[in-house]
Antibody, heavy 122, light 110 residues
Framework: QVQLQESGPGLVKPSGTLSLTCTVS?????????WSWVRQPPGKGLEWIAE???????NYNPSLKSRVSISVDKSKNQVSLKLSSVTTADTAVYYC???????????????WGQGTLVTVSS | QSVLTQPPSVSEAPRQRVTISCSGS????????VNWYQQLPGKSPKLLIY???LLPSGVSDRFSGSKSGTSASLAISGLQSEDEADYYC???????????FGTGTKVTVL
């Protein structure tokens, strides 16, 4: 079964760039699935960030689109996320998840990675 | 920012039934599939219901989902202490061209 593991720096300075990687095991990133990033600030709810298909097609949360970049590395079976110009409001647990899309508008996330806490602080 | 509205919390005694509502609009719930996720304390979210009312393999049939118009509901029957968690509805939003989550509901077993 597919397993996801997030990795990256746990501390990022304000105005810097947050960079995370999600390594996919037990399956191919080139399968017929999308790959998403979701975040959760401490004590708060879930927020979808972006998603990507192995072909390079992407969708972004409009509220974050100007600062976010998502990419895939097929050779490493990885999905990467970059979030620029971070502030303390970007402090959150960041999850990657595999998205199943049957037709447009029919999408769900399963499984999820364990998540990684990123703190924005000087 | 959430466009899907849920009650902040619900509570009920063991073995009882609870229902969590999720209110949206024609651009999300009214036109697309609704999914529900369970997040146990300190854990990653887990898919609980997909495509409005389908249960993933391994999920207890005490959980059920339904949808009507621009609202959806999650019901938990035979409430157990292990059901204490946060629950989120979610759907694709055509206007935002993105995935949206509900505000989340904390379930407490009295």
């Amino acid at each position: 079964q597919v397993q996801l593991q997030e990795s990256g720096p746990g501390l990022v300075k304000p105005s810097g760039t947050l960079s995370l990687t999600c390594t996919v095991s037990g399956g191919s990133i080139s399968s017929s699935n999308w790959w998403s990033w979701v975040r959760q600030p401490p004590g708060k709810g879930l927020e979808w960030i972006a998603e990507i298909y192995h072909s390079g097609s992407t969708n972004y949360n409009p509220s974050l689109k100007s600062r976010v970049s998502i990419s895939v590395d097929k050779s490493k079976n990885q999905v990467s996320l970059k979030l620029s110009s971070v502030t303390t409001a970007d402090t959150a647990v960041y999850y990657c998840a595999m998205s199943t899309v049957i037709v447009a508008g029919t999408e769900w996330f399963d499984p999820w990675g364990q998540g990684t806490l990123v703190t924005v602080s000087s | 920012q959430s466009v899907l509205t849920q009650p902040p919390s619900v509570s009920e005694a063991p073995r009882q039934r609870v229902t969590i509502s999720c209110s949206g609009s024609s651009s999300n719930i009214g036109n697309n599939a609704v999914n529900w996720y369970q997040q146990l304390p300190g854990k990653s979210p887990k898919l609980l219901i997909y495509y409005d009312d389908l249960l993933p393999s391994g999920v207890s049939d005490r959980f059920s989902g339904s949808k009507s118009g621009t609202s959806a509901s999650l019901a938990i029957s035979g409430l157990q202490s292990e059901d204490e968690a946060d629950y989120y509805c979610a759907a694709w939003d055509d206007s935002l061209n993105g995935y949206v989550f509900g505000t989340g509901t904390k379930v407490t077993v009295l």
